[in-house]
């Protein structure tokens, strides 16, 4: 249905990979997988058409339904349950000529016109996008308020509830459950399942690769390659294959390493120098088999301040909310090494309690203590909104410590996976998880 032969993506003057080619066939659920960067939303704007394919070929039928799930949602005066229902682009448009036919008069359009709407369903689209908003985790009362009533987050839920109302033969998801918690998460899982279509998945949630996905490709080291199964069938089989390397590569060194030392003691022999000659073309022909090894770019730690107070913070019969309460008699307690879950369903105060605790918003009531030593770091769901786009990553860290040399400055960003050129390239080049990553890294350098 989808096929790639040797295609090649770069972005500006990097190559993200190349010589990529495999099929995805109708009954495929893929997990599209690799590091932050490596070119997964790139792929998805290319199968698209948002960017072009300049080298090899990407093909699939000229009738073949795509639904690819975008991350702005602009607000608008629309409601927010006719928003979803837009998603079916064909029903809407045979809707319009209808209400056309007849404002128009033309009832010889009509009887072929409702054939149409019956054939699609279009008597039960309405209670369709009802249903993906309810199991989506919007509320009854949610279906009628505007697009522009909701925040950023729940936005993207609309967006996504509109992406599955779309009619589709392929359904691209990137990082559908941002946003989501856990009740709406498995509802989603199981609506995939359910699904008749192909489906291509950038996750970094490996329990919802397990559930939703039968096929995992693997962008990594500048190539893609496809393996059978799930995230944890892939962790084993990569197991297996980087233990196979590195007993290969062990065996090829000792072999190295023997002939190696032939040449260097028989060389200058005469009854030898054949032989040693022998050996030289033989490691000058020999495919060196590359060490075998886990990426992981990551190496760094979140310091804490020198001086630490307990308790930390203390909320004492607290009331909150903004202009009305949200959570109410609420004492809470937070001691060095506490390591705490907050759970809930979306609008239940999870982010009004962390808003609290970190003072961005006055309590209602009641009392919040700090202890002496105190420093916040906060990261946010809108974080990433923060970032000034045309700044480097290198800046944002200097910025906070003049004092700091550049190479200071570039070790530190490096155990974030920050290197060479890339510490001073714009953020605006940045993927979605890159600027989560140097978010992170800002929030981490200011104990």
Known sequence: MLSFTNLALRRGPNLLFEDASFVIHRDKKVGLIGANGAGKTSLFKMI???????????????????????????????????????????????????????????????????????????????????????????????????????????????????????????????????????????????????????????????????????????????????????????????????????ATFKKQQREIAHMQDFVRRFKAKATKARQAQSRVKALERMEVIAPAHVDSPFHFSIPQSEKISDPLLTLDDATLGYSSPVLKKINLSLHPGDRIGLLGPNGAGKSTLMKSLVASIPLLDGHRFEGGNLKLGYFSQHQVDD???????????????????????????????????????????????EKARLALAIIAYQK
């Not at 786009?389 to 410590?401: E, G, N, P, V």
């Open 387 to 433: 970032l000034d786009l045309s700044k480097t990553a290198y800046q944002c860290i200097q910025q906070l410590d003049p004092e700091k040399t550049e190479q200071q400055v570039r070790t530190y960003l490096g155990g974030y996976d920050f290197k060479n050129d890339k510490v001073k390239d714009p953020i605006e080049l940045f993927s979605g998880g």
């Open 48 to 246: 698209t058409g948002e960017l072009d394919v300049e080298e090899g070929y990407l093909d699939y039928p000229h009738d073949l339904r795509i639904s690819y799930l975008a991350q702005e949602v602009p607000g608008t005066d629309e409601m927010a349950v006719q928003y979803v229902l837009e998603g079916d682009k064909q029903l809407i448009e045979i809707q319009q000529k209808i209400k056309s036919a007849e404002e128009n008069e033309h009832f010889d359009e009509l009887g072929e016109l409702h054939a149409i709407f019956n054939s699609m369903d279009g008597h039960a689209a309405l209670s369709k996008a009802e249903q993906l908003m309810i199991g989506l985790g919007f509320s009854q009362e949610d279906l009628e308020k505007t697009v522009k009533d909701f925040s950023g987050g729940w936005r993207v839920r609309l967006n996504l509830a509109r992406t599955l109302m779309q009619p589709s033969d392929l359904l691209l998801l990137d990082e559908p459950t941002n946003h989501l918690d856990l009740d709406a998460i498995v509802w989603l899982a199981d609506w995939i399942k359910s699904f008749k279509g192909a489906l291509i998945l950038i996750s970094h949630d490996r329990e919802f690769l397990d559930e939703c996905v039968n096929t995992i490709a693997h962008i990594y080291r500048q190539t893609i390659e496809l393996y059978t199964g799930n995230y944890s069938q892939f962790e084993e089989v990569k197991a297996l294959r980087l233990a196979e390397q590195a």
